[in-house]
């Protein structure tokens, strides 16, 4: 290398075809060459000195060779906190820009990075969805040099200001950017992707260019939905884009657009040989925009196409008009015939929670059903008719538990051994009410309640953790005025908490004091799960050490199992 060239300047975000082989190149003299003695110092040296350039340099650093590519793209990402990328690697892109000097600049100039286990991608910097077409075929281009990705996490755009005002977005231009999104979604299936989540999705003003069309024969319901083959070829497809037109989805016929020109396209499902070949197994959308069009028909379809065994759904915004919400909850329900575990965020009011909760019942593989804090209790007990044969778990607010095993309702729960309360913070009297009231309820609606375990899951935050009672400290009960704690706590097990820091904070023994304080309260806890805000990242449980199981113990004497997530 020639020491008084100019420094290469990158004209496009991969990486030179030169690096990606392996070369043997004998190392230059010291004297002659000035990078041997740079290349000669130890790792931690060149990292201390690249940490020293702007991003600028240091992308141009990652061209120059593969040792320097290595170091200068960690460089990158260690100003974003990102310290194993392939594990867990958060891309912010705040520029619709063709060649920002941004994360996502660096991974695409890396020829080392070749798959993802947690892959988050942030486009709320972008303030609208306008803007989006840029950084999309940029995510497209570091997904197609991928090996793998696992797990999905995308964040649309949530900024206020879409709602404020409208979008001014010509025709051409939305369809780009539909399309390429479209692209980008098949390319998420097709690298293995096991995990896929849309958080965001509420503000999205896409959906509302698309109008329902009341009073058709409903083909959403499970018999006809299955017979249904609307799940054709991408219009992305480049081989074939030029050559055919999408075929007509069922979206096409119960919806059109509300715009003057009216034009009906939209998100078109992956091609058939990528649907195929899924292996998405968990599905998670915090909005019901997922199932209206434009995304309509690519989420059904890759739903259809996948063995989903764990679906989380939020229903917040689950269109008022009741045809179509039962449109939707039909549509899902027979797309979904494998769910074993149905986690719900959120539900808007009590009409559309009597329709939620019938909805369950067509998930006869379901094991687990975790309903939200917030789900409504203003319901009449007469009209609950839930009947889950395979339903071993129940997770809900303790308020809505009396209101689902209340006398009138009509719950059928032969293999129920696990209720779950929830709730959040330390409240003592909530905690003394309620648990003696669920065993109650428990023993009398379930065929054996004797054995089905009682479940507490306690969700903490750091200035909660501040408010424990000294008494509970020094492991004694507190006296309340109010009721009387000194029972009723009793049977209890498994405890989970969750806590405000991370696996590393828990396995130093940071919050072994508070830990101990809340097994004060439950003294026949025989499994204790410790939730960081690390858990949803998919590791295993992390066993640990016996003095923590010792201390634990004295409070706890029955504990016998201790994990964290």
């Given at each position: ?117 947690y892959l988050a991608i942030d486009v709320t910097g972008l303030l609208a969805y306008a803007n989006l077409m840029v950084p999309l ?429």
């Amino acid at each position: 290398m020639d020491p008084t060239s100019a420094p290469p300047s990158p004209e496009t975000d991969s990486p030179p075809e030169r690096m990606l082989q392996p070369t043997c190149i004998s190392l230059p003299d010291v004297h002659r060459d000035p990078l041997c003695g740079f290349l000669n110092l130890s790792g931690e040296m060149m990292m201390g000195v690249l940490h020293l350039l702007d991003h600028r340099n240091l992308i141009q650093c990652a061209l120059v060779s593969r040792l320097l590519n290595l170091l200068a793209v960690q460089a990158v990402l260690d100003q974003h906190s990102i310290w194993k990328p392939q594990k867990i690697c958060t891309v912010k892109i705040s520029s619709y820009l063709r060649q920002p000097f941004d994360v996502l600049s660096a991974l695409l100039m890396s020829v080392h990075i070749d798959e993802f286990a947690y892959l988050a991608i942030d486009v709320t910097g972008l303030l609208a969805y306008a803007n989006l077409m840029v950084p999309l075929e940029r995510i497209q281009r570091l997904i197609t040099r991928i090996k793998t990705v696992d797990d999905v996490l995308f964040t649309f755009v949530t900024s206020s200001a879409t709602q404020s005002r409208p979008e001014t977005v010509s025709e051409k231009e939305l369809r780009r950017i539909w399309q390429s999104l479209e692209t980008l979604l098949s390319t998420f299936l097709s690298k293995s992707c096991s995990k896929i989540q849309f958080s965001g999705l509420y503000t999205c003003p896409w959906t509302h260019q698309f109008i329902f069309k009341r009073g058709l024969k409903n083909p959403g319901n499970p018999s006809t939905w299955r017979q249904l083959k609307g799940y054709l070829k991408s219009s992305k497809d480049v081989s074939d884009a030029s050559k055919s037109k999408p075929k007509p989805t069922e979206e096409d016929l119960r919806y059109v657009r509300s715009t003057r020109m009216g034009k009906m396209f939209h998100i078109y499902p992956s091609p058939s040989e990528v649907l195929d070949g899924s292996k998405l197994v968990r599905f998670d959308s915090a909005s019901c925009h997922i199932f209206r069009p434009p995304f309509a028909a690519w989420t059904f379809a890759a739903l259809q196409a996948s063995q989903i065994e764990h679906f989380t759904v939020g229903f917040k915004d689950l269109p008022s008009d009741v045809e179509e919400s039962q449109y939707i909850l039909n549509k899902l329900a027979a797309v979904l015939p494998e769910v074993i575990l149905l986690t719900i965020y959120s539900v808007a009011n009590s009409t559309q929670a009597l329709d939620i909760l019938a909805w369950t019942n067509s998930f006869l593989k379901l094991g687990t059903l975790s309903l939200p804090l917030t789900f409504p209790t203003d319901i009449d007990g007469d009209k609950i008719n839930i009947s889950l044969p395979e339903l071993w778990r129940l997770e809900c607010s303790p308020d809505l538990l009396g209101v689902l095993f209340a006398e009138e309702g009509r719950v059928d729960l032969p293999k129920l051994n696990s209720v779950a309360i929830t709730h959040y913070g330390l409240s003592l009297q909530v905690l003394a009410e309620c648990i003696p009231k669920a065993r109650e309820m428990i023993n009398r609606r379930t065929p054996d309640g004797s054995s089905c375990f009682l479940f507490v899951a306690l969700r903490l935050a750091a200035w909660q953790l501040l408010k424990i009672p000294t008494e509970l400290r020094e492991g004694k009960r507190p006296t309340l005025k109010s009721i009387d704690i000194s029972k009723g706590f009793e049977g209890v097990s498994p405890l989970e908490v969750s806590l405000p820091g991370t696996r590393e904070d828990v396995r130093l023994g940071i919050y072994d004091n508070d830990i101990m304080a809340i097994l004060t309260l439950f003294p026949d806890v025989e499994s204790l799960i410790l939730s960081s805000t690390e858990w949803y990242l998919k590791r295993p449980p992390m066993k640990l050490d016996r003095l923590q199981m010792k201390r634990f113990r004295k409070r706890s004497p029955k504990l016998t199992s201790l994990v964290a997530y």
